[in-house]
C-alpha cells in the first residue's frame, strides 16, 4: 500500500520533444507529489511539487498533471534538452507522517540529438 | 532553495574498520533528517529518520546497531557505518525538510567502497 509505481523504467527522446514520465500510487493518505531529478553521483534535486487539490502544475518546461481518482500523476518535460538527460524519481508522502517520503523506482531519461 | 552538504563525498575503507558520514543543513534548523541508501540504477531506500534530541526511527530490516545515528544538533546529524563490510559499499544521501514544509532537500551524497 505504501508503493508508487513509475513507468516507463528508461526513456530516449529526440532534442525538443516531450517526455513523459507516469506514476501511481494506492494509498490515498498520500498528499503530497514531488519529482526529483538526480544525475550519475549526486543527490536528488527537488523539480516540481504537487498537492492533490489541483490537477495540473507547471514550472518553466516541467509539467506534473495529477489524477486523484486514478491515483496517477505524470511529469512532462516540454522541449527536451540533451542537459535534461538524468534519472527522474517520482515520490509521495503523508500528511503528518512526518515528511517521510516513498520513491518510485525511478525512469532513467536520454535526450538525443 | 535550501542546502544540505555531506561529508565526506566519497570514502574508501577496509573490511572491519567504521566510517561516519556527516550531513548538515546548511542554511536552516532541521529536527529530522532522512539518510538513505541507493545501489546502482536503483531507487533510494530510506534507512532511517534522524532526530533530534531523541533515538533515531529504523526502518524495517535496517541493522540499527551497525549504522548509528546521532542528531547532534538542529543542523547536523551523523550516520556511522560500523565494521564496514563490502556489501556495504554503497551511495549514502541524506536529506532534510525546510522551515515545516513538506519540501524535502537532498544532499550531494556519499560514495562509500569497502574493500
Known amino acids: 500500500q505504501q508503493q508508487v509505481k513509475q513507468s516507463p523504467q528508461s526513456l530516449i527522446v529526440q532534442k525538443g520533444g516531450i517526455s513523459i514520465i507516469n506514476c501511481a500510487y494506492e494509498?490515498?493518505?498520500?498528499?503530497?507529489f514531488p519529482w526529483y531529478q538526480q544525475f550519475p553521483g549526486k543527490g536528488p534535486a527537488l523539480l516540481i511539487a504537487i498537492r492533490p487539490d489541483v490537477s495540473e502544475k507547471k514550472e518553466g518546461r516541467f509539467t506534473i498533471s495529477f489524477n486523484k481518482s486514478a491515483k496517477q500523476f505524470s511529469l512532462h518535460i516540454m522541449d527536451s534538452q540533451p542537459g535534461d538527460s538524468a534519472t527522474y524519481f517520482c515520490?509521495?508522502?503523508?500528511?503528518?507522517?512526518?515528511?517521510?517520503?516513498?520513491f518510485g523506482t525511478g525512469t532513467q531519461l536520454k535526450v538525443e540529438l | 532553495g535550501a542546502v544540505v552538504s555531506q561529508h565526506p563525498s566519497r570514502v574508501i575503507c577496509k573490511s572491519g574498520t567504521s566510517v561516519k558520514i556527516e550531513c548538515r543543513s546548511l542554511d536552516f534548523q532541521a529536527t529530522t533528517m532522512f539518510w538513505y541508501r541507493q545501489f546502482p540504477k536503483q531507487s533510494l531506500m530510506l534507512m532511517a529518520t534522524?532526530?533530534?534530541?531523541?533515538?533515531?526511527?529504523?526502518e524495517q530490516g535496517v541493522e540499527k546497531d551497525k549504522f548509528l545515528i546521532n542528531h547532534a544538533s538542529l543542523t547536523l546529524s551523523t550516520l556511522t557505518v560500523t565494521s564496514a563490510h563490502p556489501e556495504d559499499s554503497s551511495f549514502y544521501i541524506c536529506?532534510?525538510?525546510?522551515?515545516?514544509?513538506?519540501?524535502?532537500?537532498f544532499g550531494p551524497g556519499t560514495r562509500l567502497t569497502v574493500l
Open positions: 534522524s532526530n533530534e534530541g531523541s533515538k533515531a526511527t529504523y
Open positions: 536529506s532534510a525538510p525546510s522551515g515545516g514544509t513538506d519540501t524535502q532537500y
Open positions: 494509498n490515498t493518505a498520500f498528499d503530497y
Open positions: 515520490a509521495a508522502s503523508i500528511a503528518g507522517g512526518g515528511n517521510k517520503l516513498t
